[in-house]
């Protein structure tokens, strides 16, 4: 007798197994002449009904991953509600992100992980919680679980706005083999694999892309190579994973561009006025978890390499060579988590306690910064080695007051130490600091269908460790001031989610987040910029419908409110970055068996603020994505239109002063854009085994 045997990726085995038998999903069949059944778990549509935390937690499946085309690797954060993902350099960089009210610039306050690793890197050479998502494979994604908010004691730095655990798939719905051919030198080869013997299972992909890009006057030439290895076997009543990956890349960029230079016809809208610039960057990694119904472990070794040359300003600072300059990052990161669970009922009430701890340690060997001209060094602005290390010590409790209304208390400890030394012994040092996190929350569960949420908690994030020792100014040599290590954000949520089994998912929150202040390290300067404190409040409206099994539509809002809270009148209340609006709908249509499958998406990046007094406000983006495909046997193919409507809107706006060649020495304040990319075909081919 042969078994059938059904595919379940997107969310943890044990846990999909268990919904899926509690709401009788999917069936098994003893039948030997029945293929294969393989069932592919969308996060959107689990009923997180009594599991959840807050209303804006969530989850997404690889389902949901495959069926959205996406422009870059980074652009996975989208799937987090509220999130946008733009670029403002070269492709071969971290992105640029946005989430209630924050440009997070390239990370802070947003915490990322991979399979537990950290993804945000501490006292980079390039801005302080540099995400950088190129080295990931979007088919070998698993899960993307998100937490917006600082409500969860299991999240210490950058976590702010939120975060989002990305998982790798411990289960491939298929192998395969992939082509992707695209306008302006888009190549893609893909291939991804699983063998299993026994209850040993060993998961693989590999990619190689190259892309020109569409600019005038440079030609991007990204070459990247990704490679994924990922071994589980059962270890005890438990699971253990161990993966490998390693990530090369390097391309040229066409950077942000004033708009005087394209109005006075120096160059068009896709040019560029320094062509030198671009870089190049690794990454290697080595981790291992293991997970059992009380124990959680995580260990992980990294090795990350970012060589950056950039150029914003053109002549306001050097008026002979220009004002280019280079960014080296190069460290290697240790660390690991340890969590224990336990099920209790003290007088009678139900409780789940969890507690737990996680180590860093970075080793930076070299974060510099240097004025380059055509990639070649000229001088050197400064020049350090940073060892960072931190431990977190923290603990939760969820107690059932009733069948309906559940208690969550968590708190955390984080202590941090640095050591910096600098090329300039006055801004050598040591710096150290610790901060409690205090969380909580309730959820009242109204009928089967709707939960009500309300949350508050603690957060914080790390400033660079040269900002908490410096003493002059690495450019100018003036005295200036230190900032602190670590900055407290607090906030607080009200939400409700509304779960039909065979409709729709449906969840708000109305939100607050005070930040005592938006201290960061300019990497593009080698310098810090004291801020002030603000305060964001906010709305989110996300809402999934399902009309049948093969199609659905949805749809997610943000209205967000940002000001700063000390000295409105003299330095202005508004703060930068800040997007009012942010909204995105999609529709899928995507059957089981063999036909055609497509996703329409609209994304819409609202006016950006640019200056603390409003007085320059960038555009609103919008774009609009297509996908259709055709799957017939084991074949599938696939056409994505990006940027259907050929938008000719901006990825990013910055408002600075800048000085072209010729211009005064006082340099121009002006517009800096980064144009979205034009409209481009990609045709991809895979074979499924």
């Known amino acids: 007798m042969k078994l059938t045997s059904t595919v379940i990726y997107g969310v943890p085995v044990l846990f999909v197994a268990a919904l899926v038998q509690a709401e009788d999903t999917a069936q098994t069949s003893t039948s030997a002449s029945q293929p294969i059944e393989r ?9 997180l009904l009594g599991q959840s935390s807050s209303a804006s937690e969530g989850i997404v499946g690889a389902g949901e991953i495959e069926a959205r085309p996406l422009l870059r690797t980074g652009e996975v954060l989208e799937f987090v509600p509220g999130m946008m993902v733009t670029q403002h350099s070269g492709s071969g960089k971290a992105n640029q992100y946005f989430l209630r009210g924050f440009n997070l610039d390239h990370g802070t306050d947003f915490a990322t992980t991979v399979d537990g690793m950290p993804i945000n890197m501490r006292s980079h050479g390039h801005g302080q919680g ?21 409500y969860y004691p299991e999240v210490g730095d950058f976590s702010g706005a939120g975060s989002a655990a990305i998982s790798l798939t411990d289960d491939l719905p298929y192998r395969q083999m992939a082509l992707t051919l695209g306008e302006y030198g888009y190549q893609r080869l893909l291939a991804t694999g699983q063998q299993q013997w026994q209850d040993n299972k060993f998961i693989f992909g590999g990619e190689l892309q190259r892309y020109d890009g569409p600019w005038r006057d440079v030609e991007e030439d990204v070459r990247k190579v990704n490679a994924v290895g990922r071994y589980l076997t059962p270890v005890g009543n438990g699971q253990l994973a161990v993966t490998a990956m390693a990530y090369s890349n390097d391309w040229n960029s066409a950077d942000q561009i004033p708009e005087r230079a394209v109005t006075a016809g120096i160059i068009d809208e896709y040019g560029s006025l320094d062509t030198n610039l671009g870089g190049d960057s690794s990454r290697y990694s080595l981790s291992a978890s293991y997970v059992d119904s009380d124990w959680q472990a995580s260990a992980y070794v990294i090795r990350s390499r970012l060589n950056l040359f950039s150029n914003f300003t053109y002549f306001l600072d050097n008026p002979v060579d220009g004002d280019e300059f280079q960014q080296v990052d190069n460290r290697e990161i240790w660390g690991g988590k340890l969590a224990r669970d336990w099920h209790v009922a003290p007088f009678g009430i139900t409780t789940d306690i969890t507690s737990g701890i996680d180590v860093r340690y970075d080793h930076i060997g070299k974060v510099a910064l240097y004025h380059t001209k055509a990639r070649q060094q000229i001088g050197t602005v400064r020049d350090d080695a940073v060892d960072e290390f931190s431990s977190g010590l923290f603990g939760k409790l969820e107690a059932e007051l009733t069948d309906d209304l559940k208690l969550r208390l968590g708190a955390r400890y984080d202590y941090y130490n640095a050591d910096v030394d600098s090329d300039n012994t006055l801004n050598s040092g040591n710096a150290n600091d610790g901060i409690w996190s205090l969380k909580g929350g309730l959820s009242y569960l109204v009928s089967d269908d709707l939960e009500l949420y309300a949350s508050a908690g603690q957060g914080f994030h790390s400033n660079d460790a040269r900002g908490a020792t410096i003493k002059v100014d690495p450019a100018t040599g003036e005295a200036v001031n230190k900032v602190d290590l670590l900055v407290r954000s607090t ?15 449906l969840s708000a929150a109305f939100w607050y987040l005070d930040l005592d202040s938006e201290l960061l390290y300019v990497g593009d300067a080698g310098t810090t ?11 989110e409206i996300s809402a999934y419908y399902w009309l049948n099994d093969a199609f ?5 809002l943000a209205v967000t409110r940002a000001r700063f809270t000390e000295d409105e009148t003299l330095e202005g209340k508004y703060v930068d970055g800040t997007v009012p609006w942010v909204a995105s709908a999609g529709i899928n249509y995507e059957p089981d068996a063999s036909g055609i499958h497509a996703a329409l998406r609209l994304r819409y990046l609202g006016k950006r603020t640019l200056d603390s007094f409003k007085e320059h406000e960038a555009d609103a983006t919008t774009l609009v994505n297509l996908s259709l495909g055709y799957a017939y046997q084991d074949w599938d193919v696939k056409a994505e239109l990006l940027n259907l409507f050929n938008s000719d809107d901006h990825d990013i706006d910055y408002w600075y002063s800048s000085r072209l060649s010729g211009e005064d020495a006082e340099g121009v304040e002006d517009l800096h854009y980064h144009p979205v990319e034009p409209r481009m075909l990609r045709l991809s081919v895979s074979y499924h085994y």
């Open 529 to 539: 910029e004291p801020s002030r404190a603000s305060r964001r409040y906010g709305l």
């Open 39 to 47: 069932v592919a778990v969308f996060g959107r549509q689990l009923n």
């Open 552 to 556: 659905s539509v949805d749809a997610e």
């Open 130 to 150: 540099y995400t950088d998502l190129n080295f990931l494979i979007p088919e070998l994604i698993g899960q993307i679980h998100y937490y917006k908010g600082a």
């Open 491 to 505: 906030g607080a949520e009200l939400g409700f989610r509304y779960y039909d089994r065979r409709y729709i998912n």
